[in-house]
């Protein structure tokens, strides 16, 4: 059974900076496609970044490109996003995704199998 946990959420006023982490098990982490996405009540679930198995190539939403940074660690079995310069419009449950693929660049969530239950971060003016 596959796992996704995050972790990092919380209360931030805007400008500051923020980290999640998501732990993967249950599967060969190392060999997937890792995305986070964040989602507003009452919108629906949006792309924030996307990194290969490898790490060596990430894409970003327009909205984070600049701000927000995707990396990973296999041997953790851990993917992370740290957020700066944090802004109200930042406000959402942040979810981990997990592909079948090694390399993706799909930003729909139907291009990801595993969820993890998501982590608020909230964002104050």
């Known amino acids: 059974q596959v796992q996704l946990v995050e972790s990092g959420g919380g209360l931030v006023q805007a400008g500051d900076s923020r980290s999640l982490s998501c732990v993967v098990s249950?599967?060969?982490?190392?060999?997937?496609?890792m995305a986070w996405f964040r989602q507003v009540p009452g919108m629906e679930r949006e792309f924030v970044a996307v990194?290969?198995?490898?790490?060596?190539?990430?894409r970003y939403a327009d909205s984070v490109n600049g701000r927000f940074l995707i990396s990973r660690d296999n041997a953790k079995n851990t993917m992370y996003l740290q957020m700066n310069s944090l802004k109200p419009e930042d406000t959402a449950v942040y979810y981990c995704?997990?592909?079948?693929?090694?390399?993706?660049?799909?930003?729909?969530?139907?291009?990801?199998?595993?969820w993890g239950q998501g982590t608020q971060v909230t964002v104050s003016s």
């Open positions: 249950g599967r060969t982490f190392s060999s997937a496609a």
């Open positions: 995704a997990a592909s079948r693929v090694s390399y993706t660049t799909d930003r729909s969530v139907s291009g990801y199998d595993y």
């Open positions: 990194i290969s198995s490898s790490g060596r190539t990430t």
